[in-house]
């Protein structure tokens, strides 16, 4: 998963404010407060927009749809849902996913996720191969096809 330069800006930017508070958590904060961001909830779970969309996502171009599926408790990790939870975020992904949406998730282990509280990303792409990539210190595409 990639941004370009622009939303990459967007990203760091917003992740830097959710780090000022180490008690604080963005993604209550945006259930609680945030009501624009919110598409869909049930009793459990809620799908908010996310705040900074991937360009790119398995070297496809999204298409701007990037959604996540966050559970209105806290939670850490998905071993900690009780089972009405469980349910319940799997009926919401495999709604989206008949949609065409793609169902990704870091672990709590993984150095690239940004938030502590769980949280699923529903991203679509728009199946428009990437032609090439520069690395350089950040993911820019050259051109896509």
């Keep these: 998963m990639h941004h370009f330069r622009k939303t990459r800006k967007q990203y760091k930017t917003a992740n830097a404010r959710d ?42 171009r ?41 169902v990704y998730a870091r672990s709590i282990e993984n150095i690239n996720r940004s938030q502590e509280h769980q949280h699923t990303h529903l991203i679509q792409t728009s199946n428009k191969k990437t032609r090439a990539i520069v690395y350089v210190n950040r993911p820019h595409v050259l051109r896509v096809i």
Aim: glycine residues 4%; negative net charge.
């Design 19 to 60: 780090s000022k508070s180490p008690k604080f958590c963005g993604l209550c904060d945006a259930i609680a407060r945030d009501s624009d961001l919110i598409i869909y909830q049930n009793e459990t779970m809620v799908v908010i927009r996310n705040r900074v969309a991937y360009d790119m996502f398995e070297g496809l």
């Design 62 to 102: 999204t298409t701007g749809e990037h959604y996540m599926v966050i559970p209105k408790r806290h939670r850490v990790m998905l071993t900690e849902f009780d089972d009405q939870e469980q349910r319940d975020m799997f009926s919401m992904i495999a709604q989206y996913e008949a949609q065409g949406f793609s």
